[in-house]
Each structure stands twice: as C-alpha cells, then as structure tokens.
C-alpha cells in the first residue's frame, strides 16, 4: 500500500526519558513534515524537510531532533521528555499539493 | 503573525446543509485547503482553493474569497459518517508550511 506510515502506535514513557518516533513514506513526496496535535486538537507544524534538508523550523524546543536519512524517512527524537509533550504527533508528506498524513502516534508522558 | 479562526462545533441532523465557516489573518496567502479528520484518525484532505470562488467536489464544495480573507466548507447532505473534525489551513507565500485553524467539531444526528 502506498502510504506514510509512522510508529510506534502509542508510546507511553516517563519523565525525562528519551524517545523517538520514525516515519516512512512511499508515495514518491520531497517533502516531509512533523505536526504536533495537542489534547484540543489544535495542529502545529514542528519540521519540515524537502529533500533531507530542513526547510521549516518552528519554535520547537531543542530537545525535538528531527532526522532525514533521505526524502523518503523523517524521524523525530525527544530528549529529557517532559507532561507538556504529551500529544498526538503526526507525520506528514506532500509534492508541492496536499498534506498526506500518517496515523499518527499518540505519545504519553507520566 | 498568523491566525485562522473557524467556530469550535456544529451540530446538525442527517441530510441537513452545513457551513463551515473560516476568517483568517496572515502575512502571506497560496491557498485555504480543507482537511477531515475522525476521531482517532489522521487528518485527509478534502479540497483547496488558489483564486476566489467555489469548488465542488461531491456533497462537499469550498469556497474562498481572497478580499475579505474568507473561506467556508459546505456539506450537504449530511450522512453520519461525516461526523468529524474539519480544518481551514493556509498555505503560506513561503514554502510549502501549512497553517491550520483549531477545527470545527461537526456531529451529525439521526
């Protein structure tokens, strides 16, 4: 199937840990993205990146490390996690037309 | 800076017409796209509009007018399956950083 596909699923960790989250995508896009989704589903662009070079970073705290081994893989890694990183991340891909979502991860930080 | 401010939630009853309503502010404008996303699920793109007007696509038409910095979604003929969140984005003039509204929560009764 062509898709984005991210994992894990879920993620359930404690405080100051560190995690990462891979994401993959298959339909051919250049560009890559992280969105983060709060508990009120407000959707915030974190990374962007076209042809592994980063194009968009937003006001991200630097424990956020994106990755991009190439155009087609964009991992994120959490250093030191904290309550308020608690989300659903979203992994996204587009060529130059409309964002196609992975099934995001809903990460838990107790 | 950017904001896009769309009403939190609309309810309405299986086959009615429903507006969603989008008014945003930002430094830049490509285009207002449109994207669902269930519960649980991954937001999917459901319409984009560059230049003022309406684009149907089914039961579901966009429409943008680029002088009053508006938009809105239409659904018509509402099923239960559109039960759903539904959010207005901008792109940006630069690059290709999508910004989107808080969603508009819209449930459907029999």
């Known amino acids: 199937d062509t898709a984005v596909s991210q994992t894990p699923k879920y993620l359930v960790t404690q405080m100051g840990n560190d995690k990462s989250i891979k994401c993959e995508q298959n339909?051919?896009?250049?560009?890559m993205y992280w969105y983060k989704q709060d508990s009120k589903k407000f959707l915030k662009i974190m990374f962007s990146?076209?042809?592994?070079?980063?194009?968009i970073n937003e006001t991200v705290p630097n424990r956020f490390s994106p990755k991009s081994p190439d155009k087609a893989h964009l991992n994120l890694h959490i250093n030191s996690l904290e309550l308020g990183d608690s989300a659903v991340y979203f992994c996204?891909?587009?060529?130059?037309?409309?964002?196609?979502f992975g099934n995001g991860t809903r990460l838990t930080v107790t | 800076g950017q904001s896009l401010e769309q009403p939190s939630e609309v309810t309405a009853v299986e086959g009615a017409i429903v507006q969603i309503n989008c008014t945003y502010q930002?430094?830049?404008?490509?285009?207002l796209s449109w994207y669902q996303q269930h519960d649980g699920g991954a937001p999917t793109f459901l319409s984009y509009n560059a230049l003022d007007g309406l684009e149907e696509t089914g039961r579901f038409s966009s429409f943008l007018s680029r002088s009053d910095s508006y938009g809105y979604l239409l659904l018509q003929e509402l099923q239960m399956k559109d039960s759903a969140s539904y959010f207005c984005?901008?792109?940006?003039?630069?690059?290709?950083?999508?910004?989107f509204g808080g969603g508009t929560r819209v449930l459907v009764k029999p």
């Open positions: 339909l051919g896009h250049d560009t």
């Open positions: 990146y076209n042809n592994k070079e980063l194009i």
């Open positions: 996204a891909s587009s060529l130059r037309g409309p964002l196609h």
């Open positions: 930002t430094s830049g404008f490509y285009g």
């Open positions: 984005a901008v792109r940006e003039a630069a690059g290709n950083k999508l910004t």
